[in-house]
């Protein structure tokens, strides 16, 4: 992997953009342990309000997930530092890159890289929404409460 495609993966995913179109992953893996992370996400936001177990749970995932987007990020930062370092700026075969790069990161894999840190950071988007209503029923909630005060009034007088 050269210091280009580094940077352009790089800059892809820390773009504000990046998770524009991009899909929560079905599963993500964290120290080898396989997460159904698009199910915890589709039963968390179906319940309307979020209980204080569940909602330890999901700042739990959500610190994970933050530091699972670190390590990958850093890893892809590393790769190609490391290759660098190793190889002097002279070019290489597929081969020799793969033995340059740390737990052989070539193009693939970085790309694959960036792919699962968007898939993470597009996760997180969807889990810091969760508890947060949309404004439209927000707006409607408050106006129904204000229709029933004014019924209740009513009703007293």
């Known amino acids: 992997m050269d210091e280009s495609l580094r940077e352009e993966l790089l800059e892809r995913v820390n773009s504000r953009t990046a998770t ?3 899909s929560v992953p ?9 997460l159904d992370l698009s199910e915890f996400i589709v039963e968390t936001r179906a319940i309307e309000t979020v209980p204080p177990a569940v909602d330890r749970k999901l700042a739990s995932v959500k610190t994970t997930l933050r530091e699972e987007r670190r390590r990958r990020l850093d890893r892809l930062e590393g790769a190609a530092d490391a290759a660098e370092a190793g190889d002097g700026g002279a070019s290489q075969t597929g081969e020799e890159n ?5 737990d052989g990161l070539d193009r693939e894999d970085a790309e694959r890289l960036a792919d699962e840190i968007i ?3 597009r996760a997180l988007n969807a889990l ?4 947060h209503p949309d ?3 927000e707006h409607r909630s408050a ?3 204000g229709h029933e005060r004014w ?7």
């Open 135 to 137: 404004f439209a029923d």
């Open 98 to 102: 793969r033995a340059a790069a740390p």
């Open 151 to 157: 019924l209740a009034f009513v009703d007293e007088v």
């Open 143 to 145: 106006t129904l409460d």
């Open 26 to 34: 079905d599963t993500v893996t964290i120290d080898g342990v396989e």
């Open 128 to 131: 810091e929404t969760i508890r």
């Open 20 to 22: 524009v179109g991009a």
């Open 119 to 121: 898939g993470i950071d």
